[in-house]
């Protein structure tokens, strides 16, 4: 199973709004990661966690925050965002952190109003 | 700070040719480089991944090169066909910090029938 897992596909929110978006894969990574894309540009890392550490913080707004309840499982909470927030999430896996092939999922497409 | 570059941003070709895209980075202390490929609105998927001590990488049609001296990747793609268009994403990862990915500004390929 090489799959990574996000839900959900879409998701419309307000400025005002708390909500959290979710990851998971069970190949036994041991690192995972969450991107930001924009259209028609490259993703942007946001976020690395190392054996379910957080190991890089790409000085994102505290607006979103990760978190990595266990090695499977990787989520972003969403609090008071901007409309220029609104991209598609993607989250990433690779059996070791850094230097491996990174497996991704279909990613969430998010809209802030 | 490494800027990654892809030439052409976009590419028609009839089905059957023969393409090559080209990926360029400044800074050659490279952990890797990946190709990947997007489809529209979709999460990415791995191509190749080539090491720095490594000077190509094939999987069925596809052949993946690299010159780290010069800064430079090429991805070949033989006997096109109208499943191969998408978005192709080159991705380095540094030697000071190869958790990171920094992509290319990708290369839009269009085969038609």
């Known amino acids: 199973d090489t799959e990574v897992t996000q839900t959900p596909k879409h998701l419309v929110m307000g400025m005002t709004n708390k909500k959290s978006l979710k990851c998971e894969q069970h190949?036994?990574?041991?690192?995972m990661y969450w991107y930001k894309q924009k259209a028609k540009k490259p993703p942007e890392l946001m976020f690395v966690?190392?054996?379910?550490?957080?190991?890089i913080n790409e000085s994102v707004p505290s607006r979103f925050s990760p978190e990595c309840p266990n090695s499977s499982l990787l989520n972003l909470h969403l609090h008071a965002l901007q409309p220029e927030d609104s991209a598609l999430y993607l989250c990433?896996?690779?059996?070791?952190?850094?230097?491996?092939?990174?497996?991704f999922g279909p990613g969430t497409r998010l809209l802030v109003l | 700070k490494q800027e990654v570059t892809q030439i052409p941003a976009a590419l028609s070709v009839p089905e059957g040719e023969n393409l090559v895209l080209n990926c360029s980075f400044t800074d050659s202390a490279i952990y890797n480089l990946q190709w990947f490929r997007q489809d529209p609105g979709k999460g990415l998927t791995s191509l190749l991944l080539?090491?720095?001590?490594?000077r190509e990488q094939t999987s069925g049609r596809l052949n993946a090169s690299l010159d780290k001296s010069s800064g430079r990747s090429t991805l070949y793609i033989a006997a096109s066909q109208p499943g191969d268009s998408a978005t192709y994403l080159c991705a380095v990862s540094l030697l000071s910090g190869f958790q990171k990915l920094v992509f290319g500004t990708g290369t839009r390929l269009l085969v038609s029938p």
């Open positions: 190949m036994g990574h041991r690192a």
């Open positions: 966690y190392s054996y379910e550490k957080l190991s």
């Open positions: 080539i090491q720095s001590s490594q």
């Open positions: 990433a896996s690779s059996q070791e952190p850094g230097g491996e092939t990174q497996y």
